[in-house]
């Protein structure tokens, strides 16, 4: 099967981002949310990310206006009743995942793939909110989709062999290198990353430096692009949390426990860079 139909479901930084490589690549692209408002703001972030590229002669506005025409705002799930592959990229939460498959299940056909973005939750469980469980499977890509070259690939216990070899297939043809991980808390992305950034946030907590210091330290000192606390506001801290709870409860072990300043942030609803507050402000 070749794919040329896709919808993204969740117009958000992810969903963005993974429209706009999708579209590059020459699918057909649904992007969709909640209301037409969202979608249509998720689809002016791509088109201000497109023009910036032909201000830097990286593409010509040709090539531009190209990639925004293969791109379609959607707010009803029934618009990927025709598309060969959906890519779910929603908030991190099981129960709103669970009801956005089953309503797939339901409009997609027969041979269409079920992919989610999932951070952290278990692929299988996912998977079982369909009839369809050997056509869903984990397709991670990283942030920013259109810079990072990693999609971790996911099989649920149920995935078939020709499902894993098109999605496989799919990300080199979006220029992304594949990796297989097992389908356990975290895949291999997040129960690393994670744990480092949330005893970023203990260290805060307990006043052992400043944020920017602790940034500091893990860039001059590590040569990493960003300080865990900047990642952290720039991943966002509700899915920064909503990560640490499926670590905590998926492996039962107390290393993965959040930080309560974590929680606390995103009580008050400090979700970093997309809300304006995190670590640092962005206002
Ligand atoms: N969309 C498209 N392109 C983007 C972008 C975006 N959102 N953000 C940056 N870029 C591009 C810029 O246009 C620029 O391109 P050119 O070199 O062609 O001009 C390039 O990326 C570098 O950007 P900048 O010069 O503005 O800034 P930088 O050198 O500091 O790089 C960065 C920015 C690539 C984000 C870098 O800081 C970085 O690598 N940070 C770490 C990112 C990371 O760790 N991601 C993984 C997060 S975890 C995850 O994704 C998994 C999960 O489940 C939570
Ligand atoms: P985000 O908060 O930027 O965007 C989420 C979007 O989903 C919002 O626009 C919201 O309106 C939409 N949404 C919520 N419920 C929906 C529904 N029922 N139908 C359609 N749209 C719905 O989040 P994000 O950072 O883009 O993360 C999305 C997913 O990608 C999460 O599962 C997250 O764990 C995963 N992920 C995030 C990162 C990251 O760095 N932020 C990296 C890799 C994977």
Request: with cysteine; hydrophobic share 40%; aromatic share 6%.
């Amino acid at each position: 099967m070749n794919v040329q139909k896709v919808m993204v479901i969740g117009a958000g930084q992810m969903g963005q981002g993974i429209a706009q490589v999708m579209a590059q690549a020459g699918r057909d692209t649904y992007l969709n949310d909640i209301s037409e408002e969202i979608a249509a703001k998720g689809m002016r972030a791509i088109q201000k990310i497109l023009e910036k590229d032909v201000v830097k002669g990286k593409i010509t506005e040709d090539r531009k206006e190209e990639i925004l025409g293969r791109l379609k705002p959607s707010a009803k799930l029934s618009d990927a009743a025709d598309c060969d592959l959906v890519v779910e990229a929603i908030v991190e939460n099981i129960e709103t995942k669970g009801r956005v498959f089953r309503t797939l299940d339901e409009v997609c056909r027969t041979g269409c793939i079920l992919a989610t973005n999932t951070s952290s939750l278990p692929i299988t469980e996912i998977a079982a909110f369909t009839k369809r469980p050997e056509k869903v499977i984990g397709m991670h890509f990283m942030n920013p989709v259109p810079v990072m070259k990693l999609v971790e690939i996911i099989r649920g216990l149920a995935t078939s062999d020709e499902t894993y070899e098109l999605v496989r297939s799919e990300s080199l043809n979006l220029g992304k290198v594949p990796v297989e991980v097992r389908d356990v808390p975290g895949f291999i992305s997040n129960r690393v990353l994670q744990v480092m950034i949330n005893e970023a946030i203990y260290c805060l907590y307990e006043g052992v430096a400043s944020v920017e210091d602790i940034d500091q330290v893990m860039k001059l000192g590590m040569n990493h692009p960003m300080g865990p606390l900047q990642l952290a506001d720039f991943i966002g801290l509700d899915t920064v949390l909503a990560i640490m709870e499926t670590l905590y409860e998926g492996y039962g072990d107390c290393k993965y426990r959040p930080c309560p300043l974590l929680r606390q942030y995103v009580k008050a609803g400090w979700y970093g860079k997309k809300s304006g507050r995190g670590f640092y402000n962005y206002r």
